[in-house]
């Protein structure tokens, strides 16, 4: 290995110039977390939907009702609409 050789690429890369890092005087440093207003939003609007049940209780039990009483009635025209509806609404 010729020491010269390693001289020269030592300059090209400042390698003898090395100085070390110094700490910033004065004053202590925190981490510090903001979070924006979006991500507030979408925070609240999770524990919102984490309080609400998955079935509407109340209605379930107005349908019972009906069903028990023999008033329930739907329109088959409009159940056959959405399932239509739905299904092609998958499809996309």
Do not use: H
């Not at 010729?2 to 003898?16: G, H, L, T």
């Not at 329930?72 to 996309?92: G, Q, S, W």
């Amino acid at each position: 290995m010729r020491i010269d050789a390693y001289n020269k690429v030592s300059q090209v890369y400042n390698a003898n110039n090395v100085k070390k890092a110094t700490k910033p005087s004065g004053g202590s440093f925190s981490d510090k977390l903001e979070i924006s207003q979006k991500g507030q939003d979408y925070r609240v609007a999770k524990q919102i939907v984490t309080q609400t049940p998955d079935v509407r209780e109340d209605k379930v039990n107005q349908i019972k009702k009906q069903i028990e009483s023999g008033t329930y009635n739907i329109n088959m025209t409009d159940v056959a609409d959405k399932v239509v509806n739905r299904y092609f609404d998958e499809l996309v």
